[in-house]
């Protein structure tokens, strides 16, 4: 019986990947760039056993179907790695409160990767890992390395991983994610990521790619806030665009997204410094100095259909446990 436990950070995306060019590897349609996310992490444990069938345990309760197959594909690939044939035991927990439509792949497919390999007898190279977090979620292969992130669209599957490109203590950012209620069911990146392509505007977000990787790198290693602050929020609109325009369209915002937006843009125009970025949900994370965290919280608690208010700072690497 072989068991390892790891732990990934969540990471939120300054530079969004939005749409595959290969759906099957997870190859991306464009590069993209994070930053890991302290507050909010996943922690599992992998145990290779003599039982019939892979089993999965998230946060006490028991998951069978799509969630299970899941994660049973990316411990195909580590057995097909390790040579090896035994089904596992995957016990995972999240540190994230329930209920708040914050569900981080990105954090859960690191962590498999690196417990699952760890349990097998592989040792991965940083590489190795984001390339197999990646088949998983194509954001876990970001949730790998330190800090500040960037996940290159490589050439085919080898070269297609993630990287650091500053460490955690480079700049002193916080995430304070701003918890809008969503009352409809919405739709998971997997079935979004197919979608991108049907948006005529898909096309020219992926040919502009560079350029905001460029801005955002350059904003980050210089710590230069105004130009990060208005490069990630030009990225996330254009992301929604393509998400709005898809057929058919996926509209994540609600009411109380857009309200936020205006009062982010409002802060920063009197001199706070805060910026606005949105997954595929409704919730909304602002990024902003890190002392500026406390008074960012309060006043997003203030806001109209701000239900709770998440803060972290930036995360370290996955790691064993
Ligand atoms: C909008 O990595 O969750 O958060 O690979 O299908 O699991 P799958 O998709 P996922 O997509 C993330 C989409 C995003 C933008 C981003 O994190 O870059």
Known sequence: MHSATAQAFSNIAFIKYWGNRDNALRLPSNGSISMNLDGLFTRTTVTFNLSQRDSLVINERAVTGKGLERVSTMLDLVRGMANISECAEVTSTNNFPA??????SAAAFAALALASS??????????????????????????????????????????????SIAPPEHWNLADCVAIVSASHKKTGSTEGHALAGTSPLQNARVADTARRLDICRSAILKKDF???????????????SVMMTSNPPLMYWQAGTVGIFHAVREWRASGSPVAYTVDAGANVHVICLAEHAKETEKRLRELPGVSDVLVARVGGAARMV
């Open 99 to 104: 209920g708040t439509g914050i569900a981080s």
């Open 118 to 163: 760890n349990a097998a007898g592989l040792t991965l190279s940083e590489a190795g890992l984001s390339r197999l977090a990646r088949r998983g979620s194509g954001s876990a292969s970001r949730s790998i390395p330190s800090g500040f992130v960037e996940w290159k669209m490589g050439t085919g599957d080898d070269d297609c991983v993630a990287v």
């Open 226 to 240: 105004e130009a990060l602050a208005n490069i990630i929020e030009h990225d996330s609109d254009m992301m929604h």
